[in-house]
């Protein structure tokens, strides 16, 4: 009660900020909500059309793209949104540099990409899929940084029309064409064509609000830029594996896909688990390294507010989704997908430990302690590795969901520690300063 009470009072004495931030929170999530909403209704309404087999290919494939994006975006978009956060007038010169070296990067990663789908022997439907999501995924990821660049102005009005101009058309687009009856191959190519309509609409209201900018190089900033982002880069691609190897284990010692497509479909309502806590951390980054730079006991007390006020709406969430999983996976997927109810179960008390997570990334990314942001995927990862090729075996997909929740325990646990013993660090070092100034 004493800890609610000092929440209340902490977000009235700080009601400016606190208004602007909901306020951001509002807009960004707003647009966030309809793009998860409109997304899971396009995953459901797949996963109808098609089969547990062909929709646990399909992800199968998605899986393989996003480790494309990780790699092409290597972490440049938190350094964006960070750098233009402190100086708006690098905004045009930063993104015609960035996506010249993105370029590059996407150009590499589509070659190593196409290799490594045939070394590991997958079906030809499969490796169609791959190499059309990649692209799609791709083209989204440059329309992302667009959005990293508005986020570091603040502009998130201008961030949620960006969001928006790219589900909507996509939407429309695969609607029809399930309604009409289509192959999967069609559904994913459309996917390109959303992606493309979504950076465009970005590039426009770019240069139309910030100013033109040309592709162009500067080797000095893709150094500084690929230094900054290496360790970010590192822990995405550490997290986008700790959060997605169970399905491609799954799809190893479960070739046939069926229950790669049951678990995807818990995943998937899992995934809508932590949306609010994912747009918390898009927020609070600018703000947060803003406050890194000013005021580190007013950033500790944002923080440790921010774990009690997220922790407590994940807990809600997460406790509805439990005793209401069986009604939830057959009014949404219907009686095919009841199988995966008890995964269901398990992962939602996962989405609490992950909430929690993500307010740690937002803290470790403003301060500068990418290194410790690294360090802690990368144990998460290996714990995950290890502990699902020996769970995943025996127990299928429910060891897939134990696992999971062992793993976004790891990680918090490691990333709050290094938050705490960095505050108490700089706390006594303040302390040993006043002594001495008291001292003279």
Same mark, same amino acid.
């Given at each position: 009660?004493?800890?609610? #009470?000092?929440?209340?009072?902490?977000?009235?004495?700080?009601?400016?900020?606190?208004?602007?931030?909901?306020?951001?929170?509002?807009?960004?999530?707003?647009?966030?909500?309809?793009?998860?909403?409109?997304?899971? +209704?396009?995953?459901?309404?797949?996963?109808?059309?098609?089969?547990?087999?062909?929709?646990?290919?399909?992800?199968?494939?998605?899986?393989?793209?996003?480790?494309?994006?990780?790699?092409?975006?290597?972490?440049?978009?938190?350094?964006?949104t960070r750098d233009i956060s402190r100086n708006h007038?690098?905004?045009?010169?930063?993104?015609?540099? +960035?996506?010249?070296?993105?370029?590059?990067?996407?150009?590499?990663?589509?070659?190593?990409?196409?290799?490594?789908?045939?070394?590991?022997?997958?079906?030809?439907?499969?490796?169609?899929?791959?190499?059309?999501?990649?692209?799609?995924?791709?083209?989204?990821?440059?329309?992302?940084?667009?959005?990293?660049?508005?986020?570091?102005?603040?502009?998130?009005?201008?961030?949620?029309?960006?969001?928006?101009?790219?589900?909507?058309?996509?939407?429309?687009?695969?609607?029809?064409?399930?309604?009409?009856?289509?192959?999967?191959?069609?559904?994913?190519?459309?996917?390109?064509?959303?992606?493309?309509?979504?950076?465009?609409?970005?590039?426009?209201?770019?240069?139309?609000?910030?100013?033109?900018?040309?592709?162009?190089?500067?080797?000095?900033?893709?150094? #500084?830029?690929?230094?900054?982002?290496?360790?970010?880069?590192?822990?995405?691609?550490?997290?986008?594996?700790?959060?997605?190897?169970?399905t491609l284990i799954l799809s190893f010692y479960f070739?046939?896909?069926?229950?790669?497509?049951?678990?995807?479909?818990?995943?998937?309502?899992?995934?809508?688990?932590?949306?609010?806590?994912?747009?918390?951390?898009?927020?609070?980054?600018?703000?947060?390294?803003?406050?890194?730079?000013?005021?580190?006991?007013?950033?500790?007390?944002?923080?440790?507010?921010?774990?009690?006020?997220?922790?407590?709406?994940?807990?809600?969430?997460?406790?509805?989704?439990?005793?209401?999983?069986?009604?939830?996976?057959?009014?949404?997927?219907?009686?095919?997908?009841?199988?995966?109810?008890?995964?269901?179960?398990?992962?939602?008390?996962?989405?609490?430990?992950?909430?929690?997570?993500?307010?740690?990334?937002?803290?470790?990314?403003?301060?500068?302690?990418?290194?410790?942001?690294?360090?802690?995927?990368?144990?998460?990862?290996?714990?995950?590795?290890?502990?699902?090729?020996?769970?995943?075996?025996?127990?299928?997909?429910?060891?897939?969901?134990?696992?999971?929740?062992?793993?976004?325990?790891?990680?918090?646990?490691?990333?709050?520690?290094?938050?705490?013993?960095f505050f108490n660090r700089a706390q006594r070092a303040?302390?040993?300063?006043?002594?001495?100034?008291?001292?003279?």
């Amino acid at each position: 009660m004493k800890l609610f #009470k000092n929440f209340v009072r902490f977000v009235v004495s700080h009601r400016e900020k606190t208004k602007n931030l909901f306020k951001n929170i509002f807009l960004l999530g707003s647009a966030n909500f309809i793009e998860q909403i409109l997304f899971f +209704i396009l995953y459901v309404w797949i996963a109808r059309k098609f089969d547990p087999q062909q929709y646990g290919y399909f992800f199968t494939a998605l899986v393989f793209s996003r480790i494309a994006f990780r790699i092409s975006e290597f972490g440049i978009n938190t350094v964006i949104t960070r750098d233009i956060s402190r100086n708006h007038e690098l905004a045009p010169s930063y993104l015609g540099n +960035i996506f010249t070296l993105r370029g590059f990067i996407c150009v590499m990663t589509l070659f190593l990409i196409q290799p490594l789908i045939y070394i590991i022997g997958y079906e030809h439907p499969i490796i169609i899929s791959v190499e059309f999501l990649s692209i799609y995924i791709i083209i989204w990821g440059f329309s992302q940084s667009i959005g990293a660049a508005f986020r570091g102005l603040e502009r998130q009005d201008i961030v949620a029309l960006i969001i928006v101009s790219g589900i909507i058309p996509l939407f429309m687009l695969l609607g029809l064409a399930l309604m009409a009856g289509t192959t999967i191959h069609t559904i994913e190519f459309l996917f390109i064509l959303g992606a493309g309509i979504q950076l465009y609409v970005g590039y426009m209201l770019m240069t139309h609000l910030v100013g033109k900018f040309k592709l162009s190089y500067d080797i000095g900033l893709w150094k #500084k830029t690929l230094k900054d982002s290496l360790p970010l880069g590192l822990a995405g691609m550490f997290a986008l594996v700790y959060f997605r190897i169970d399905t491609l284990i799954l799809s190893f010692y479960f070739p046939q896909g069926k229950i790669v497509g049951l678990y995807n479909t818990a995943y998937n309502i899992f995934v809508a688990l932590t949306f609010l806590p994912f747009i918390f951390y898009q927020i609070a980054l600018p703000l947060f390294s803003r406050l890194a730079l000013k005021s580190l006991s007013k950033l500790r007390s944002y923080y440790y507010y921010s774990l009690f006020g997220i922790g407590l709406c994940a807990f809600s969430i997460s406790a509805a989704v439990f005793f209401c999983a069986k009604p939830l996976t057959f009014f949404v997927y219907g009686e095919k997908y009841l199988a995966s109810v008890e995964a269901l179960k398990i992962l939602s008390p996962a989405s609490i430990l992950t909430s929690l997570g993500f307010v740690s990334m937002s803290v470790l990314t403003a301060l500068n302690l990418s290194k410790k942001l690294l360090k802690a995927t990368f144990v998460a990862v290996i714990t995950n590795i290890v502990l699902n090729l020996i769970l995943i075996p025996h127990l299928g997909m429910t060891g897939a969901a134990v696992n999971t929740i062992i793993t976004e325990g790891t990680f918090f646990a490691i990333c709050s520690r290094d938050i705490a013993l960095f505050f108490n660090r700089a706390q006594r070092a303040d302390y040993c300063v006043s002594l001495k100034s008291t001292e003279v």
